[in-house]
């Protein structure tokens, strides 16, 4: 039984043959002679060759191909001819296949019409789930037509729904110089780039990348096209390009790979063509499609044994009787098993199933393909693994369960960097000690010999762990990267954005403004803001030190308040009946009491309870106890804390520093402040929102050019020679400190914050380099690193822990207060004197202003007939008798006593006769 198809397709003058026709012709052939396929029935075929775009001799075509009698039309490609084409066999009810993508219209309800491209929709939701996984946030999209816009609406519709930013670019028409376009994208820093192109253009479009210097590791480019396999990638291989995109073609089933093989081995047998980019005898998608539709109207065949085909004619419109019921043969073809020597296949391009009500294929499988440096990838066939090597199959993507990428590739938008062994990467930094610093030699160095420091050491160990080449460069601009108000960097976060370097190993604090433009791995150093500053000198007690552990004002209250008590228990005193007593207990009737808390006692009695010495004189009653009593719990008080503090004050010199922390800075405007000019203190500074430190910014931007330095070495010279507290990290910090005395930190950190290896956005290096530092860290390696370079000569300790003895710079002042009291005692003594002489001149009228004689009343007590009577006798001494009374030696203190204990007689009588006595009276003393 002889089945006849027919073949519509269109060529361009002094063009190769359509690939469609070549795989109609192989597939005819190929299926024939498989006897097991179809031991009864031979295909046959009719071919017409058309121009592009002409639908009427489509048409004609068509018509004439019905006439003689044809079971299925195939092709032709371009949507103006596929239509006509396809409202004739829809009328005569004749099976129309097409292979190439078409843009459905809205209305298609032709039962007679399937096509086995992969429904366009569902393609699109394929890459924008790639997009989600990937996390890419700005895409941008390039495509060569407006059917590209069509394809690509799912994603073209993601902005709406997802944080996701897409750039939108058409590739110029007519010449195929696409280099001013990508030279927009460079500058414009587009590295995720979405190409929707045929495989041809995309083959020049990859020859043009690589000479624009954008095949590099930053770059990923997806292409749509479903022949990406088809391209020579050798090539780009090794530059470290991130490339992915789609295969249908089902490569891992051994009899797909076997058909793939016979065609590759006729195509290699053709002349060879000119260079396009593209290899040689490879079995497009196309191709593939062409011969899954052969080979599903060639089942349908066989199974429709009694099927007689007709000739129509497209004028009659009368349809063919059996066209519903072998239609519904090939729809179902899968169903009945495309048997191929006793095992199922579902095709070349995999699974195949139609929509009923379009004819669409909507349920395929996609394999997620991305270029790699090693053939890990193994496929049946010599040919066929030598063609796909350079693929890796990293996911599937099935238009029902979605995208399903494989364990070892989860989280990864990349594959071709899974090692950085022998990559050689560039390197920027900063001259800052000690994290990068000139190497001290006496010969000349060259290249990463000539530095030395933490970030060095670092970046040896990463070495080793990774496998990476590095060349060291220092930053151009010497600055770490801050942004302008017009929004452009500087420093090493410039060089990394315009990727001039790869990685940046410096002191490089990790930012969130930072972030945004670049990408950190987990801090190496975790560290905070500080203040620098002058260590402050030792300043002695001083002599009066020992007044120092009570404030001036504590001083100052006790003796109010030692006055404010003797006056209170001299009123009280005076006020209570129980203080006032009969001076002559002998004499119970007499009139005269005394008190012996006058204002001068009570004040004494003050006095020495303070003094903790006390005095002769007791209160007696109640109220005067109370007095007495709160007073000197007050006093122990007061003198338990002055003795307790006294010693600290007394042998600790104090380092008093003018300013303790960053709100003694913001208060104050004689000490100047700054930090480095760009760097991220400066940063922290101007974006904070607390106000101490918004104060604090406004003070360092109304003086910029003197309060920020150029860099750390500049504000420590500042520090060291003038009156000025620079910003800066608390690791710089400890290393200046530790290799100059003179310095100190003050306070504690403004905020944490961590040094994290700086690389540019979506670079395939972080993540290793990230895992890199963790085991540095778990090892140790990072704090003994640290201990190399910071630790230095040390300073002498600070604070003794032995107490030192007392010198007289500790407590003269004592011995300059016992002088003089004792220098104002005498003076008091003299004042004394002076003031009773005036007095006793002033009675007896004496002119003299010093007299020449002392006079006083001295009592006597007689008994006379059992009463007792007081005399008051006059008593005088001259200046004369005054010395000459002082001056009697030792050894007749006795017997002056014993002359003294005379009833009646004073110890003066021998030799005071100034005056002679009076005549005894009797008085009463008041």
Request: glycine share 6%; aromatic share 10%; charged share 20%.
């Amino acid at each position: 039984i002889s089945v006849s198809t027919g073949g519509i397709f269109e060529t361009v003058e002094n063009e190769p043959i359509n690939i469609e026709e070549l795989a109609f012709k192989f597939a005819v052939t190929n299926i024939n002679r498989n006897r097991t396929l179809m031991p009864n029935t031979t295909l046959t075929y009719d071919i017409q060759r058309i121009n592009l775009f002409d639908s009427f001799e489509a048409s004609r075509r068509a018509c004439d191909q019905l006439a003689l009698g044809v079971a299925a039309l195939f092709g032709p490609s371009h949507s103006s001819s596929v239509s006509a084409v396809q409202s004739i066999c829809n009328a005569l009810e004749v099976p129309h296949i097409q292979t190439r993508w078409k843009h459905p219209t809205v209305d298609n309800k032709d039962a007679f019409y399937i096509n086995l491209y992969p429904d366009y929709a569902a393609i699109s939701r394929a890459v924008l789930d790639l997009v989600l996984y990937y996390n890419w946030k700005i895409v941008t999209v390039v495509y060569e037509d407006s059917t590209g816009l069509i394809r690509l609406q799912e994603l073209i519709k993601a902005p709406s729904r997802y944080n996701i930013k897409i750039k939108i670019r058409q590739l110029p028409s007519g010449n195929k110089d696409a280099r001013p376009l990508l030279k927009e994208m460079k500058k414009g820093k587009e590295f995720y780039v979405i190409f929707d192109c045929s495989h041809e253009t995309a083959a020049e479009i990859l020859k043009q990348i690589l000479s624009m210097g954008m095949m590099t590791e930053y770059y990923h480019y997806f292409f749509t096209t479903l022949d990406l396999f088809a391209l020579d990638l050798e090539p780009y291989r090794y530059s470290g390009v991130n490339m992915t995109g789609f295969r249908l073609l089902n490569v891992e089933n051994p009899q797909v790979s076997s058909v793939i093989e016979k065609w590759s081995m006729e195509r290699l047998q053709a002349p060879p063509k000119p260079e396009t980019g593209l290899l040689d005898g490879m079995m497009t998608t196309e191709a593939a499609l062409m011969y899954d539709a052969v080979y599903m109207v060639a089942v349908a065949s066989q199974r429709a044994s009694q099927m007689t085909v007709s000739s129509l004619q497209c004028h009659r419109h009368k349809p063919w009787r059996f066209g519903p019921r072998f239609m519904n043969l090939i729809k179902e073809a899968r169903k009945s098993g495309f048997v191929f020597t006793q095992a199922r296949w579902d095709g070349l391009t995999g699974r195949i199933t139609f929509n009923k009500t379009d004819g669409l294929r909507k349920d395929f499988d996609l394999d997620i393909i991305s270029l790699k440096e090693e053939g890990t990838e193994k496929a049946a066939g010599e040919v066929s693994n030598h063609l796909y090597k350079v693929w890796k199959k990293i996911g599937v993507w099935n238009s029902y369960s979605g995208l399903n990428m494989t364990d070892s590739n989860k989280g990864q938008s990349t594959n071709v960097t899974d090692s950085l062994a022998n990559r050689t990467l560039i390197v920027t930094t900063i001259l800052e000690d000690p994290y990068v610093m000139y190497k001290k030699s006496d010969k000349p160095l060259y290249g990463n010999d000539r530095f030395e420091g933490y970030c060095l050491d670092l970046l040896k160990e990463l070495s080793n762990i990774l496998g990476f080449i590095y060349e060291v460069k220092l930053v151009s601009d010497g600055k770490y990267g801050a942004q302008n108000d017009k929004g452009e960097w500087n420093g090493m976060v410039k060089e990394l954005i315009d990727h001039k370097a790869d990685l940046a190993v410096a002191p490089l604090t990790i930012t969130y403004v930072r972030e945004k433009v670049i990408d950190f791995s987990k801090p190496f150093m975790t560290l905070g803001i500080s203040i620098l500053y002058r260590k402050p000198n030792g300043t002695n007690p001083g002599v009066f030190s020992f007044l120092n552990p009570l404030s001036p004002d504590i001083w100052m209250y006790v003796l109010l308040a030692c006055l404010g008590v003797s006056c209170v228990l001299f009123v009280i005193a005076r006020f209570t009946p129980y203080e006032w007593y009969n001076p002559h207990p002998c004499n119970p009737d007499s009139d005269v009491v005394e008190n012996n808390f006058t204002l001068l006692n009570s004040f004494w009695f003050g006095v020495g309870a303070l003094m903790q010495q006390g005095s002769e004189l007791m209160p007696k009653a109640l109220s005067t106890r109370i007095v007495g009593g709160i007073w000197w719990f007050f006093t122990l008080i007061i003198i338990s804390s002055y003795t307790a503090n006294l010693a600290a004050f007394l042998t600790v010199e104090r380092m008093e520093s003018p300013i303790d922390s960053a709100d003694d800075l913001a208060k104050q405007t004689k000490i100047e402040y700054g930090a480095v000019r760009d760097g991220s203190t400066m940063t922290f500074f101007k974006k904070s929102k607390i106000s101490t430190y918004e104060k604090m910014w406004a003070f360092m931007s109304s003086r910029q050019q003197t309060a920020l330095v150029k860099n750390n070495d500049e504000g420590i010279q500042r520090v060291l020679t003038t009156d000025y507290a620079l910003l800066m990290e608390s690791t710089s910090i400890e290393y200046v400190t530790q290799r100059n005395c003179n310095l100190t930190q003050i306070g504690g950190l403004i905020d944490s914050k961590g040094y994290g290896v700086g690389t540019p956005i979506g670079s395939p290096y972080r993540d290793k380099i990230t895992i890199a530092i963790l085991q540095l860290q778990e090892e140790g390696k990072l704090h003994m690193m640290k201990e190399k370079w910071w630790r230095g000569n040390g300073c002498p300790e600070e604070d003794s822990k032995e107490a030192s003895a007392l010198g007289v710079e500790n407590i003269g002042g004592i011995f300059i207060v016992l002088a003089a009291g004792l220098v104002l005692s005498v003076f008091v003594a003299i004042g004394e004197f002076i003031y009773k002489s005036r007095k006793n001149s002033d009675i007896e009228q004496v002119s003299h202003p010093f007299p020449a004689c002392l006079c006083f009343w001295e009592a006597e007590v007689c008994g006379c007939g059992g009463q007792e009577e007081v005399y008051l006798l006059k008593r005088c001494l001259s200046f004369n008798a005054i010395m000459e009374e002082l001056g009697i030696s030792l050894k007749h203190q006795k017997k002056l006593k014993k002359r003294s204990r005379t009833k009646g007689k004073s110890s003066f009588t021998s030799i005071l006769t100034c005056h002679q006595r009076r005549t005894l009276r009797k008085e009463t003393i008041a």
